[in-house]
């Protein structure tokens, strides 16, 4: 016999992962980490395990075995009211046995020592801690109860009771039964853990890769005010955050992602003897919604641990931590981690088939929430407010409801899609649906109302970080991409990219880094606000102009946790081309300085008070001409700070910056002097700057610009624009020329030729290599060292120029 098989309690510095048998999943990982990681920095709060054993000895002293195999004889899971009328018998059989003596005292005993480290009454965490729980194959996420804030030996070993009946939920009797466990297979010990006090901080989970992409790089992380079972069970809108985690490791700061949650709700602990429940939820204020809970500092603290644990486990990771808000004892403002389990869904996927969801029409968006997942599912919708109405649903329905907690999973595992009002990406409706592989939309807010049972919908993970539900059953298609047999090219195919939230699923793609990274996008949907209304923002409060005024109440909105506005842009901007660089990293991405026109700066918020009226903006005051003129310059200046955080602070050194727009040398060396002025220094720390090929000026003057700049990247659309005299945007005279057109190829062959002569980079970044393949044979033959394409296009170029090098001889 094994030095534990005959214990009631043992301490988390007695066990490790190797007694899993014996405590469980979550007691074995607390040990572990508290015996090998607290030396590494990883603070993990002290406690005890009730073994395996003492449940076992419980239900054999009890003499109740036999009884609960009566109560379950006959079972169907699929019977809904078969499994409700059996699950709640057992339950009772378990809660009213009589607890045997010997294994009482040395519960008080455990207790009383834990008083002796942390003060009398001491406040504890109870949580279940199943034997076969989080096995590799399983998600038995949250399938047992856990009691928070339990104080004295009474109220504790009343939760011990109500924890080994937890083995007996429906759920947990579903799950067993389908997964093929026996009912008695699996033993139930219980974690015994000093409280974090974070009912007056925060706390939340994390994981040490992303959990919608599989990109094994970044820790993404999420956050709530109060006690973490809200974040859990998916009851808040959480911040989410995500670390790089190869940077980190080189002693950066790669916050590449902040996004601040509406956190409505928080846990805290309710000391009043008059109610049942130790813990209870009350509204967050207006200034906790709009902070984020945890500092730049902190996150990176999260991100550090969990490639600690992660190292140690050499797996990815599902965390929960919690920050200390007034312990005495534990630490005032301190971070623990208070679980740990391997994560379940990506490391067991097929990484070389790529499966690509696609929308053949729109329809009409009935909500909008957070997306998990990247597939699309449809069907008639059936919207459950009570989880004892469950029995209703029928296989291949849309599950529509507020939250889901365990109780939900005999019929989430049948949906075709899931929609709720609440939760975040690592709540349970979102572990759920992931490890099931159906489309999930969480924190829409208003979905069980905009949304009625019997309607027909489709639910969309598949266009980003935004999930939709459409009206109808809208068509769409699934494409197969083998990622195992691609052919090298000589020719790098990279990809152009404007959204940041797709860079870790898109860098999957076979590529050779990304030729154009757009800065509007990010403008745009992150920001919206115009930089010269965040760098004005006090003159503006001042104002008594009611339009200005408009504004402020915007700005003060969207930017909550931001004292300074003007830094709100530099993080966004770094966080947004940040995201991009990591998903790519160590390979170049070459962010494209912001190119809106005129027209489109002033339909950002406040635009119109620093935005002239032009005809043409076209050709107006637009790229270059903008970044050194007195008018724009500070607003640039903004930009070029975020850019620098991304490379410095961030240790995105892949980063490569180009110009657009740029009408000649003179111009090109107005703006890299005001860059040079801002940190931004050509060729320090590896900066290369390219310029943008789009005008003929361009091609005429390709020597002057080589002088000056790096490489060139070819914009075919205003090439032939400005070659041919063409407004893109007019309809009427579109079809007179393309960039298959000769003098436009022409233009692209003579500056192809004097970039190859001069020693310096030459790409093209338009989509006309993947829309017409002849110009693409075009572009290899003049020796055009890359292509750079939207994603969905990137592989059968990719194809297509290895068939032409082949063709011509050349090696890759």
């Known amino acids: 016999m094994g030095k534990h098989d005959e214990a009631f309690i043992l301490w988390f510095d007695d066990i490790g992962i190797e007694d899993v048998p014996m405590v469980g999943g979550k007691n074995a990982s607390l040990g572990e980490m508290y015996q090998h990681l607290t030396s590494k920095g990883v603070a993990v709060p002290h406690g005890f395990a009730i073994t395996a054993h003492a449940y076992r000895h419980l239900l054999k002293t009890a003499g109740v075995e036999k009884a609960i195999e009566d109560a379950l004889e006959g079972l169907d899971t699929h019977d809904l009211h078969n499994l409700q009328a059996r699950g709640e018998k057992v339950r009772n059989i378990i809660r009213t046995a009589e607890f045997p003596n010997d294994l009482r005292q040395e519960i008080v005993a455990a207790y009383a020592k834990m008083e002796a480290e942390y003060g009398a009454s001491v406040d504890v965490a109870v949580r279940s801690s199943a034997t076969a729980e989080d096995l590799p194959d399983a998600s038995f996420a949250g399938q047992q109860e856990t009691y928070l804030n339990i104080c004295g030996v009474d109220a504790l070993i009343d939760a011990c ?100 949650g509406s956190k409505e709700i928080k846990m805290i602990y309710d000391n009043d003897p008059n109610t049942e429940e130790p813990v209870r939820n009350i509204p967050t204020t207006a200034e906790e919604r709009s902070k984020y809970v945890i500092s730049d500092d902190e996150i990176l603290q999260l991100a550090k641990w969990a490639c600690i644990i992660e190292d140690h486990y050499k797996k990815g990771m599902d965390i929960e931590w919690a920050k200390d808000g007034d312990g005495v004892k534990v630490g005032t403002g301190k971070l623990f981690i208070v679980q740990a389990r391997p994560e379940t869904v990506h490391s067991q996927s097929n990484k070389g088939v ?266 107006g005051w637009r790229g270059a001409s903008r970044y050194y003129d007195p008018k724009y310059r500070q607003a640039f200046e903004l930009e070029c700070k975020g850019l620098l955080k991304a490379r410095n602070d961030m240790g995105l050194n892949n980063i490569k910056l180009m110009v657009p727009f740029c009408r000649t040398p003179e111009e090109g060396k107005k703006v890299i002097e005001v ?97 017409f393949p002849d110009f693409a044979t075009f572009l290899v033959e003049c020796g055009i060292d890359s292509m750079s394409l939207i994603p969905d296009t990137a592989v059968k170029t990719r194809l297509a120029v290895a068939a032409k090098e082949k063709e011509m001889g050349i090696n890759p």
């Open 161 to 260: 009771r109500r924890c080994f009946a937890s083995l007996f939920t429906n759920r947990a009797i579903s799950y067993r039964h389908d997964k093929g466990f026996g009912q008695f297979d699996v033993y139930l010990s219980i974690v015994v853990q000093k409280m974090v006090r974070s009912d007056s901080s925060c706390s939340g989970v994390l994981f040490s890769i992303d959990t919608e992409s599989g990109f094994e790089d970044a820790v993404f992380i999420t956050g709530a005010w109060g006690l973490g079972e809200n974040v859990v069970q998916g009851a808040v809108n959480p911040d989410e955050y995500y670390v790089f985690k190869p940077t980190l490791k080189q002693g950066k700061r790669p916050v590449v992602s902040k996004r601040v």
């Open 354 to 619: 790529m499966e690509t969801y696609k929308l053949k029409e729109k329809g009409k968006v009935l909500v909008e929430g957070l997306a998990v997942g990247a597939k699309i599912g449809q069907g008639e919708a059936n919207v459950i407010n009570d989880v004892v109405d469950i029995h209703d649903f029928k296989k291949g329905q849309v599950l529509v409801t507020d939250m889901t907690d365990p109780d939900w999973e005999p019929i989430m595992k049948i949906a075709s899609a899931i929609v709720t009002n609440r939760g975040g990406r690592t709540c349970h409706a979102a572990i759920i649906s992931r490890e099931l592989g159906i489309p999930c939309v969480i924190g829409t807010g208003t979905g069980s109302k905009d949304i009625k049972s019997g309607q027909n919908v489709t639910v969309s993970s598949a266009e980003g970080e935004t999930g939709y539900v459409y009206e109808g059953l809208l068509k769409f298609e699934v494409e197969k991409l083998d990622l195992g047999d691609l052919p090298k090219t000589k020719t790098k195919i990279m990809m152009n990219l404007a959204i940041p939230e797709k860079a870790f699923t898109e860098c999957q793609i076979p590529n050779d880094g990304v030729g154009l990274a757009r800065e509007e996008f990010v403008i745009n949907s992150h920001i919206g606000i115009h930089p010269l209304a965040l760098f004005n923002y006090e003159e503006l409060k001042k104002s008594s102009d009611p339009a200005k005024q408009a504004v402020v109440k915007v700005i003060d909105e969207r930017t909550g946790a931001y004292p300074d506005k003007k830094q709100f842009f530099i993080d966004k901007v770094a966080e947004g081309v940040g995201r991009i660089a990591a998903g790519f990293y160590p390979k170049d991405v070459i962010v494209r300085l912001s190119d809106f026109k005129s027209n489109e700066y002033a339909n950002l918020v406040g635009g119109s008070f620093y935005e002239p009226h032009e005809e043409n903006p076209m050709i």
């Open 675 to 771: 860059m040079r002025e801002c940190g931004l220094v050509q060729g320090e720390n590896g900066l290369e700057l390219y310029v943008m090929c789009e005008i003929p000026s361009n091609v005429i003057c390709a020597d002057a610009f080589a002088d000056i700049f790096d490489g060139f990247s070819i914009g075919s659309n205003d090439l032939t624009q400005l070659t041919y005299g063409l407004d893109r945007d007019s309809g009427l005279i579109a079809g007179i020329a393309d960039e298959r057109h000769e003098a436009v190829k022409t233009m692209i062959k003579m500056v192809i030729a004097t970039a190859k002569r001069r020693g310096k980079k030459i790409g093209i970044c338009g989509q006309g290599p993947s829309d």
